[in-house]
């Protein structure tokens, strides 16, 4: 949701209809669904994202941990990228909350975080397991639950318990421009379209990154007339894929290494960066087709907000830091950015994928689930590890959101007691990189900003948005 926020700043700062032509394709309907530009625009800045800024800013939300010493699992990659730009400065353990590093990682109340278990607590826990069995069958069983928990991922998840995973403060170490770029880069992207997206190789993309140049214009109708034949699930995956391509070009635009000298250094919003990745004249009418891909990846995570509000809404989850007072501030505010969510007219139908042949439909949805696992674990191959750590939150968030979206029976299905074992569940890990990935569609509203100069009202409410925006604690923390 930070790049609709982008997108409509970077629309603003331009004027004159010569740069706002080229965007004009940017409205109405989106592909394969019944949403339009618009209403995501006016949703998103006057009511979700306003509140969506205090909650990511909390310690909740703000600290992530993650692998970044994990190789490459495809090729030989240099994970020791010598920009300074690229190095993410983890936090040391006073730097975190003592609720966030004690705490279980499965668990979120206090309660669950005080004393251990007595063994008549764990007898009765366990229930029908025999308390007598041998730690060789404790740690078996512990591996079919990790198993069961995986067969339900989109994504892969860092282990939590590593000695190699850090605390990361993701205000102190933003997504914006590093300089990390050229080949290297260009590989795992190519290797996410190409190996990833069912497309076939004797189809080119349109404006293949390895070239920079444009293909010809019959490639890219062949290009389309693939997409458009293929299956909406697999229409669905490129286009989200295209979507957090896009957010990811928007936010390295908007925050943009404008000025480098002994001293200072100015990070900004660099308009010919962002024309040159998405004007559709420089880019023989691709941009317009990546950022409309943005709307979808907004409505697809969005969706997921909405439909995982019960599993929120449960008395025993808690934004656990050991902080009362402000766990429950913030746990009331992601519940009304929930309810929010759920009160958006124009949602995604997900009941339509996967809705042919039964058997069909769940060998294509795990085909879906394995390559999407796949692009997860690409992230691993990224040389900068500033982009790595927001490759990883927002592959996690998106797989989460996924994984939420095919999850509904047993979303529906939360048990009311504690004592029973819930059939969905989400690790904190997953919390707080489906809420920063949504956060990540703030890029929406600098488009609006850069590109577009509206008139009358509108402009005026942008402009309201814009500086709630350049002063709020969050920005302030990250640029």
């Known amino acids: 949701m930070e790049s609709v926020v982008f997108l409509l700043l970077f629309l603003l700062q331009v004027s004159g209809s010569a740069h706002g032509r080229c965007f004009c394709q940017v409205t109405g309907e989106l592909d394969d669904c019944t949403c339009d ?116 991922r989109f994504c892969v998840i860092d282990d939590e318990e590593s000695p190699d995973s850090q605390y990361v403060d993701l205000l102190l170490n933003p997504e914006r421009y590093t300089g990390y770029k050229g080949p290297e880069a260009w590989q795992i992207w190519n290797s996410i379209y190409e190996e990833n997206c069912f497309k076939p190789f004797t189809v080119k993309r349109p404006l293949m990154p390895s070239s920079f140049q444009s293909s010809s214009g019959s490639e890219a109708r062949t290009f389309y007339s693939w997409l458009e034949g293929q299956c909406v699930e697999k229409r669905a995956f490129y286009r989200l894929i295209s979507g957090l391509h896009a957010s990811i070009n928007v936010h390295l635009s908007a925050r943009y290494l404008l000025d480098d000298t002994w001293f200072q250094r100015k990070w900004g919003h660099n308009v010919s960066e962002f024309r040159q990745r998405f004007d559709s004249d420089l880019t023989a009418g691709e941009g317009p087709k990546r950022l409309r891909n943005l709307y979808f990846l907004y409505l697809i995570e969005l969706r997921a907000l909405a439909k995982v509000l019960p599993f929120f809404s449960q008395p025993s989850f808690q934004l656990y830091t050991g902080q009362p007072e402000q766990d429950q501030k913030y746990k009331e505010l992601l519940l009304e950015i929930l309810n929010l969510a759920k009160s958006f007219p124009l949602h995604f139908d997900e009941t339509s994928l996967f809705a042919g042949d039964e058997k069909e439909a769940a060998q294509l949805k795990e085909d879906i689930r394995l390559a999407f696992l796949n692009i997860s674990r690409i992230m691993d191959c990224v040389g900068c590890f500033k982009c790595r750590v927001w490759g990883k939150v927002q592959t996690q968030g998106l797989g989460t959101a996924l994984k939420i979206l095919f999850s509904e029976r047993q979303i529906e299905a939360l048990p009311q007691s504690t004592e029973q074992r819930p059939g969905f569940q989400l690790s904190r890990q997953e919390v707080v990189s489906l809420l920063n990935a949504f956060g990540r569609s703030e890029s929406v509203a600098f488009i609006i900003k850069y590109l577009y100069r509206p008139k009358g009202d509108l402009l005026c409410f942008l402009e309201q948005v814009y500086e709630r925006y350049e002063t709020s604690d969050f920005t302030q923390n990250r640029f």
């Open 37 to 152: 530009v618009e209403t995501i625009d006016s949703f998103n800045n006057e009511q979700i994202f306003p509140r969506l800024l205090p909650l990511l800013e909390s310690h909740y939300f703000r600290f992530y941990k993650v692998n970044l010493n994990k190789p490459c699992p495809f090729w030989t990659a240099d994970s020791h990228c010598g920009l300074r730009d690229c190095a993410v400065k983890p936090c040391s353990p006073n730097e975190v909350p003592e609720g966030i590093r004690s705490a279980p990682h499965n668990k979120y109340s206090a309660e669950a975080n005080k004393q251990p278990l007595t063994e008549c607590e764990k007898e009765k826990h366990l229930g029908a397991v025999d308390v007598s069995l041998s730690e060789k069958t404790r740690e078996a069983l512990l591996d079919w639950r990790k198993h069961d928990d995986k067969a339900e």
